[in-house]
């Protein structure tokens, strides 16, 4: 029912910014969160970053904090990444995911979310 689209993938150097985003579309009700999730060739999917709807409330790994930003625009159904200063570490395919809250397992798990995007490579050279 739910639909993501990424977008705004590519190839950049260390220091650069990328700013990736993802289009939802479908019927929602109640609570829930986005999220941000890569995965790199030959491992699991890690999660990134989350927002929850009601609240904004933000989540990021331990990684990526300090240089990520999620955001969300309720009026255009979107969530955003803004991500600066990469790293070459950061090279994955990036998946945006849905899911309703609260979460069990929690939101930074993979397996709270019900629907995900195909992905957006980012790729990051040294």
């Known amino acids: 029912q739910v639909q993501l689209v990424e977008s705004g993938g590519g190839s950049v150097r260390t220091g650069d910014s990328l700013r990736l985003s993802c289009a939802r579309s479908g019927r929602t009700f109640g609570s829930y969160a986005m999220a941000w999730f890569r995965q790199a060739p030959g491992k699991e999917r890690e999660f990134v970053a989350a927002?929850?709807?009601?609240?904004?409330?933000?989540y990021y790994a331990d990684d990526v904090k300090g240089r990520f930003t999620i955001s969300k625009d309720g009026a255009k159904n979107t969530v955003t990444l803004q991500m600066n200063s990469l790293k070459p570490e950061d090279t994955a395919n990036y998946y945006c995911?849905?899911?309703?809250?609260?979460?069990?397992?929690?939101?930074?798990?993979?397996?709270?979310?019900?629907?995900w995007g195909q992905g957006t490579q980012v790729t990051v050279s040294s």
């Open positions: 995911a849905f899911g309703p809250t609260p979460m069990l397992p929690p939101l930074t798990r993979a397996g709270g979310y019900n629907y």
């Open positions: 927002i929850t709807w009601s609240g904004a409330n933000t």
